[in-house]
């Protein structure tokens, strides 16, 4: 069991930065893989990064390439995000995810196990 807590979401002007963070909780957090979504008003939740168990590798989604920069803590369980040139399309709901070890693809929601509560984020153009 992990339980996942966002923080760092508000309000910030188009090109501007902010940083998520996940705080997990329970057993074998440096075991699973950490996810990032978002769900922009009215849309579904799409996938924006992960990275694996140990930190080495991870994976973008194509709209936060370049952009966006996923990290993780094991000693502290923790994972973030870090977004910088942000625009008005960023806006949404964004979701921690935590992905047992051997689970499908990690750019899909039903991958995950375990979610957080979500922050939002607010770009304003």
């Known amino acids: 069991q992990v339980h996942l807590v966002e923080s760092g979401g508000g309000l910030v002007q188009a090109g501007g930065s902010l940083s998520l963070s996940c705080a997990a909780s329970?057993?074998?957090?440096?075991?699973?893989?950490m996810g990032w979504f978002r769900q922009p008003p009215g849309e579904k939740r799409e996938f924006v990064a992960y990275v694996e168990w140990s930190g080495s590798s991870v994976f973008y989604g194509g709209s936060a390439k370049g952009r966006f920069t996923i990290s993780r803590d094991n000693a502290k369980n923790t994972v973030n995000l870090q977004m910088t040139s942000l625009k008005p399309e960023d806006t949404g709901v964004y979701y921690c995810?935590?992905?047992?070890?051997?689970?499908?693809?990690?750019?899909?929601?039903?991958?995950?196990?375990?979610w957080g509560q979500g922050t939002r984020v607010t770009v304003s153009s």
């Open positions: 329970g057993r074998s957090f440096s075991t699973y893989t």
């Open positions: 995810a935590a992905r047992p070890p051997r689970g499908a693809s990690g750019i899909l929601p039903s991958s995950y196990a375990y």
